[in-house]
């Protein structure tokens, strides 16, 4: 058991590194306004988050994460590029199911963040480059992914718009948008829509309901997707290696699949600049499904860092790039380009002493 | 001493007293209809308790009973880790009731949870907000969601007359239990093509410390421990 104020002090020390690297530190609420958090994240959040409610300002939640607050800090004022830096406890529940774990995950732990608003492919870099370096003395593996990829890869599919749109927005959701794809592969069956006498109820309209028929209408028409295109799918979820070699898998995959060729090209230009960075890409894995099992609204450039041999922890840190996130909390306005991570110095802690 | 809880009224605790009747323990209520205080005759060492069927869970998991009548759907909503602490000794056979998703009668496209799932997300991006289930079954029907990969819902709480929030417009779906599905024809809700998030009956539960201890009792009603 190692005493709170040590992980405090490794998480010092990856604060005072995040400054050296040029960010403002910033120390959100610890209590955080339950409404913005459940539109983003769901019901799924109210899983893992603990909520309170105050008098006057509702219900609230204690910080489940930095991210969402840092960025609405942010918003409200800032200018890019920007860094930030932050440390501090995040606050997760676990509901265990059926049966009680005998070593329940800690429900308080600490988080040492950085979040960089840019868009260049440089910030990416920039980012995982520093991750990288600051957790070198632990040997951790580092995996990679692309969510740019894989949305790109879907986008590419030969299907009708509302095909394409609906498997973009379960592309964080694997169950489901394997549901989809595997209709989509099925010649359409003829929609039987239900017979109903019942007057009109509730605040979905008849007009929305019309407009959704006339969409499963027209889907009848469409032809079942190729099955090659559900192997080379298989095929691009299914990479995962060193950088060099997955990027000549891409490669060739992208033979029979040129609508690729421009993500590969970024994949390939960040390897680039982790060379210049100082890290050799032969050490860095990419995954290709790395960001499609992960958490929504990661968008572009995914990362994590794991300890290897030591079952059920966590990634010591994770991150990526948010576009999407940013959007849904700029409320359609203005979506700003942010890229970061957090790590857990609790779990650096005791790598440190084992 | 055995405790044994056993709802306090309607229904549910004069089938669970004929149930212990057809097995040769005669239970009842002591005095007034108003006291909660019960009686056992057929078996040594047992008090009856009458409680709330909601708070048997609860009383199960402390162990401040020993054997409690309560349904399943109410065991698994309020306890977390339910089987570290109460085990499932008999479904009784009565009391059958399934946790299920309805929607609206009028909406002719939602057939199943697909269909559910595609309305939600359209509903999000039309209203800027989530589709809204009513329910009082929190974690079971968020756990039955989630493992379906539902998203762009979420749950509001109704702890009564949920039936009747999608015409009040306080909720787009409701998540409820139902034995004839009576109630929701009525309010013009039907129930997804799906198999229901759960199925629950009238069970007779342990508090699993005390299961050994109830060993004989058990063999007495022709159940194993």
């Known amino acids: ?354 | 001493m055995i405790r044994l809880g056993v709802p306090s009224k309607g229904r549910l605790m004069e089938q669970s007293f004929e149930w212990f009747a057809a097995r040769g323990v005669t239970l009842s209520r002591s005095g007034s209809d108003r006291e909660y205080a019960g009686r056992v005759d057929g078996v040594e060492g047992m008090s009856l308790i009458l409680l709330s069927a909601g708070e048997i869970p609860r009383e199960l998991a402390a162990g401040r009973i020993d054997l409690g009548v309560t349904g399943t759907d109410l065991v698994r909503e309020k306890l977390t880790g339910w089987k570290s602490d109460v085990a499932e000794v008999a479904p009784m056979g009565f009391g059958h009731a399934d946790l299920i998703l309805a929607v609206p009668d009028c909406w002719r496209d939602c057939v199943d949870l697909d269909d559910f799932a595609a309305i939600a997300r359209d509903f999000r991006a039309v209203h800027g907000f989530r589709l809204r289930i009513a329910t009082k079954y929190h974690r079971l029907v968020r756990a039955w969601l989630a493992a379906h990969e539902v998203a762009d819902y979420q749950l509001v709480d109704s702890q009564g007359a949920t039936e009747g929030t999608v015409a009040n417009q306080t909720a787009e779906a409701i998540a409820d239990i139902t034995s004839s599905g009576e109630t929701l024809r009525a309010n013009n809700l039907k129930v997804l093509a799906e198999d229901p998030i759960l199925r629950s009956q009238a069970t007779l539960f342990a508090h699993r410390a005390s299961l050994a201890d109830c060993g004989p009792f058990l063999a007495q009603l022709g159940l194993e421990a």
């Open chain 1, 1 to 354: 058991m190692i005493p709170k104020r040590d992980k405090q002090a490794v998480g010092q020390r990856f604060l005072n590194a995040f400054r050296e690297a040029g960010a403002v530190e910033v120390a959100p609420d610890i209590l955080l306004p339950a409404d913005t958090l459940l539109d983003l994240y769901g019901e799924d959040i109210r899983a893992r988050a603990y909520t309170s409610s105050d008098p006057l300002r509702g219900e609230m939640m204690l910080r489940p994460d930095f991210t969402v607050p840092v960025v609405q800090m942010h918003m409200a004022g800032g200018a890019e590029p920007a860094r930030y830096c932050y440390l501090g406890e995040v606050f997760r529940k676990q509901d265990p199911g059926d049966e009680r774990p005998a070593n329940p995950r800690d429900n308080e732990y600490l988080q040492a963040g950085f979040e960089l608003f840019a868009h260049d492919p440089q910030a990416d870099a920039e980012v995982f480059a520093l991750f990288h370096r600051l957790l070198a003395p632990w040997g951790l593996r580092a995996v990679t992914g692309d969510m740019g990829l894989v949305m790109d890869a879907v986008r590419a599919l030969p299907l009708s718009e509302a095909r394409r749109d609906a498997l973009l927005h379960h592309v964080w959701r694997p169950k489901r948008f394997g549901r989809l794809l595997a209709r989509f592969s099925r010649p359409a069956a003829r929609r039987n829509v239900a017979q109903s006498a019942a007057p009109w109820a509730g605040l979905r309209t008849r007009a929305e309901m019309e407009r959704r028929m006339a969409r499963l209408a027209a889907d009848q028409d469409a032809a079942p997707l190729d099955p090659a295109w559900i192997a080379r799918l298989d095929r691009l979820f299914a990479i995962s290696a060193a950088m060099p070699k997955a990027l000549g898998e891409l490669t060739d995959l992208s033979r029979e699949w040129p609508d690729l060729a421009p993500a590969i090209r970024r994949i390939d230009d960040r390897a680039g600049m982790l060379a210049d960075l100082g890290v050799a890409p032969e050490t860095v894995l990419f995954d290709a499904s790395h960001g499609h099992r992960t958490m929504e609204y990661y968008d572009g450039f995914t990362f994590s860092f794991l300890a290897d041999g030591r079952t059920g922890w966590p990634p010591i840190a994770t991150g990526g790039r948010y576009d999407a996130l940013t959007a849904v909390l700029g409320r359609g306005g203005r979506a700003i380009p942010a890229v970061g991570g957090i790590i857990r110095p609790g779990l650096v802690a005791e790598l440190e002493t084992a």
